[in-house]
């Protein structure tokens, strides 16, 4: 049972990157899954999620229009798309899925830098 995160890297603000979230183990019990973001000095925070058989979204107030979760179950992998890229969005990113429980499915991994420059 393993969630793996890739895709970061340093960006211009106004720019774009995709994460990736590869979930390995048995997912066939998962209801959600998610993004989220742990800043400096910050709380780690849900940044968009989705849930894993009909493809509800839901997403911070803080990314609405501009970062896009995406699943694809046969491949048992997530993505983030994210544009229009700004400062304060730089973070460390990471995924893991929840049980309709809310019980989290899997350890958190060691995430995905993203910075974005002014």
């Not at 493809?55 to 979760?69: C, L, M």
């Amino acid at each position: 049972v393993q969630v793996v995160e890739s895709g970061g890297g340093l960006v211009q603000a106004g720019g774009s990157l995709r994460l990736s979230c590869a979930v390995s183990g048995t997912t066939f019990s998962i209801n959600t899954m998610g993004w989220y973001r742990q800043a400096p000095g910050k709380q780690r925070e849900l940044v968009a999620g989705i849930t894993r058989l009909a493809g509800r979204t839901n997403y911070a107030d803080s990314v609405k229009g501009r970062f896009t979760i995406s699943r694809d179950n046969g491949k048992n992998t997530m993505y983030l798309q994210m544009s229009s890229l700004k400062p304060e969005d730089t973070a460390v990113y990471y995924c893991n899925a929840q049980y309709p429980s809310g019980v989290y499915y899997s350890s958190w991994g060691q995430g995905t830098q993203v910075t974005v420059s002014s």
